[in-house]
């Protein structure tokens, strides 16, 4: 493909487009120059001539937009991660389902535009991503939370997270014992709200959704979750 006019981009957000369909990547490319707060620094079809292009101008894009489908998509992406660490990269027209928003987040992309997402959408993304941010739709959103509590099932016990303060301790302890919380708040003499807050640091911590659970690995942990003056 013969590259177009490229623009200088002081002040403006630096635009790399590589997408598969020339018409698709011109009609951006003319939305793009026509708003103020981007400047086009170049278009390609392939990813080999993309980063030869991008490596020859004076300053890096900001943006990187990729229109390649999922496959050499994601190649791209990675690629693009090793040879322009610098350069975010936002994934065009992708299919809004789990497997592909997995596979692009894993690439490192910062942004999912969909086929459907209208452009003035498609604009706030790319300026969002310039400036650090990361876009993605609701769908995109739940499916990459949903990986992160997959994981997180997995992660080994963590001795810094799992450690619990003196007074989380006592609390931990009085829980074992089968009270309350208003019973543990007359106990150490302290509020009620301050033993809810007590008991909810020591249920995140631990990663347990119940007191019970909490003091059962305590007891199990013990030299793990326990340490010296309250240091790990």
Not at 98 to 125: M, Y
Not at 147 to 162: K, Y
């Amino acid at each position: 493909m013969v590259q177009d006019r490229v623009e200088e981009a002081p002040g403006r957000i630096g635009v790399f487009i590589l997408a598969r369909v020339r018409l698709y990547e011109e009609g951006l490319a003319q939305v793009l120059r026509a708003d103020p707060r981007f400047a086009v620094c170049g278009t390609a079809s392939g990813h080999d001539d993309a980063v030869a292009r991008m490596l020859s101008l004076r300053s890096a894009p900001h943006v990187a937009l990729l229109d390649l489908g999922l496959m050499s998509g994601v190649a791209s992406a990675r690629r693009l991660r090793v040879v322009l660490p610098q350069v975010r990269v936002i994934a065009l027209a992708i299919d809004d389902t789990e497997e592909d928003v997995i596979a692009w987040a894993e690439a490192g992309v910062a942004g999912f535009v969909t086929r459907d997402t209208p452009l003035d959408d498609v604009l706030s993304t790319i300026e969002c991503v310039a400036l650090g941010g990361a876009r993605c739709s609701p769908t995109a959103a739940a499916a990459l939370l949903r990986r992160v509590a997959a994981l997180a099932e997995h992660r080994p016990f963590d001795r810094r997270r799992g450690h619990l303060t003196p007074r989380e301790r006592e609390v931990v302890t009085l829980i074992d014992r089968g009270l309350s919380n208003k019973q543990i708040a007359r106990e150490l003499q302290i509020e009620l709200a301050t033993v809810k807050n007590h008991v909810h640091s020591i249920l995140d911590k631990l990663r347990v959704d119940r007191r019970g659970a909490a003091a059962a690995l305590v007891r199990g942990q013990a030299g793990i979750a326990f340490g010296r003056d309250g240091e790990p």
